[in-house]
């Protein structure tokens, strides 16, 4: 893979999406599809990756400055050739393989990528492609091949039903090409066809047609073809990609109670013997330890950090807090920017008032800590260890709850102890 260039081709406005966003950028579980299709190229081990950019150009270089993932723009959007041939440049830096990959097919994996180019080495291949089996393959570019079974040419519909024995096997559209074999054929291309653009399919047929081989991959998972271009496909691809989040938390030792109705976004964390019960979503950046039971109906935001037998019940939303060990939250209570410590017990309706108008400030509560049924904590403040709160108490900006202590009212007050307490 080191002299492998991915050329990423995400130039497309997506006119059926009725939408001032780039297609690409529409996001799947809180993350741009096309961060799904770099994700799979980097883990198939291609490290150096361009992405052509047509539409929104700004909005996906923006998303990506600083991943090392380079931006290149297609001025004229004029067909897959020539977006490809945009990467001209970087591509003969690589002087190896180009693998051309749909910015639109969030869903391809990197297993299948890696196959794509181990393949392709093994045979010395001039081009491979990226082929589907189906019951109904209209729409789809067709696979021709002789009667020697090897790949002649990409027929698109038209030309496809002129064959005699009806042809399900479909271009998916992702390949990888031998560099020098790539720019031999981007100078033959043309564009007779109705759309007057440049088809890199076209090169199949002139590779083929001088003798050099044309390999191919069939795809195994079906879903991993889905190319995004309305908001049915988008609701699809993110149903499958939640799927595949659930099932590798499942096959990791964590109980999802309905996968139907329960969330989990990439790159969430849960440990095992942990059970997630229904309607409940957990976003990216969430960590969360072993033997947790989180939900129904709670929401965990970004940042958020759950130690191990720790518990947050129904109706319950954190974001960029810490639960200790063995710390319950179990009822309709906000937590915001919080640390809080091992075995406090929060009292439904709990609310930390942690933004200011200019600024997120933080609540930390102590170990042990009991904060009661609707208590108010407008950070910053601090409740020590041990220390209780009485329903309904308000705790002001810039107060304390010492170790131990008891503060109850609107606003808090410090209850003295009884004598009999000092004495002790």
């Known amino acids: 893979m080191k002299n ?19 297609k690409v950028m529409h996001q799947i579980l809180g993350l741009p599809m096309l961060w799904y299709v770099v994700d799979s190229v980097k883990k198939a081990g291609v490290k150096n990756i361009a992405l052509v950019t047509g539409f929104g150009s700004v909005a996906v270089k923006e998303f990506f400055e600083g991943t090392g993932v380079k931006t290149l723009l297609q001025k004229k959007l004029s067909g897959s050739a020539d977006a490809v041939n945009t990467a001209r440049k970087e ?20 297993e299948t990528l890696r196959k794509l180019m181990q393949v392709h080495a093994a045979a010395s291949a001039s081009m491979t492609l990226l082929t589907a089996t189906l019951k109904n393959p209209s729409g789809y570019g067709r696979i021709i091949r ?3 079974g090897k790949i002649i040419k990409i027929a698109e519909e038209d030309e496809a039903k002129s064959y005699k024995k009806e042809i399900k096997e479909i271009n998916v559209g992702t390949c990888i090409i031998r560099a020098e074999d790539l720019f031999d054929a981007l100078k033959r291309i043309g564009c007779d066809n109705a759309k007057k653009e440049y088809y890199l399919t076209d090169a199949v047929k002139l590779l083929s047609g001088e003798g050099k081989r044309v390999e191919s991959v069939a795809i195994e998972d079906l879903d991993e073809m889905i190319g995004v271009n309305s908001r049915i496909e988008l609701a699809r691809a993110t149903q499958c990609v ?3 989040v659930l099932g590798e938390l499942m096959a990791s030792g964590v109980t999802i109670q309905d996968p139907a109705t329960t969330t989990v976004y990439p790159g969430a964390k849960i440990g095992k013997d942990s059970v ?7 976003e990216s950046d969430v960590k969360i330890g072993e033997g947790c039971h989180i939900g129904p109906f709670a929401r965990l935001r970004p940042g958020t950090e759950i130690s191990d037998k720790a518990e947050v019940g129904n109706f ?5 807090t810490k639960l200790g060990e063995s710390t319950k939250v179990k009822h309709h209570t906000y937590l915001g920017d919080a640390s809080v410590g091992r075995n406090v017990n929060i009292g439904a309706g709990t609310i930390t008032a ?5 600024n997120k400030n933080r609540t930390i509560i102590g170990d042990g800590a009991f904060i009661g049924v609707g208590t108010i904590l407008i950070a910053p403040v601090k409740v020590g260890k041990r220390a209780r709160t009485g329903a ?10 010492k170790d131990g202590a008891t503060a109850v009212g609107v606003p808090a007050r410090i209850l003295e102890k009884r004598r009999e307490d000092r004495r002790k």
């Open 354 to 358: 942690n933004y200011d108008g200019k």
């Open 242 to 244: 939640k799927n595949r």
């Open 276 to 282: 997630i019960y229904p309607n409940t979503i957990i």
């Open 316 to 320: 319950v939303e954190l974001v960029r």
């Open 91 to 110: 591509i003969m830096k690589a002087h190896g393989d180009c693998l051309v990959v749909y910015g639109d097919t969030p869903l391809i994996k990197s």
């Open 392 to 401: 309904g108490t308000v705790l002001l900006r810039g107060h304390s709850i």
């Open 146 to 148: 002789n009667t020697d």
């Open 4 to 22: 492998t260039i991915a050329v990423i081709l995400a130039a497309g406005r997506g006119t059926r999406m009725r939408s001032g966003t780039p």
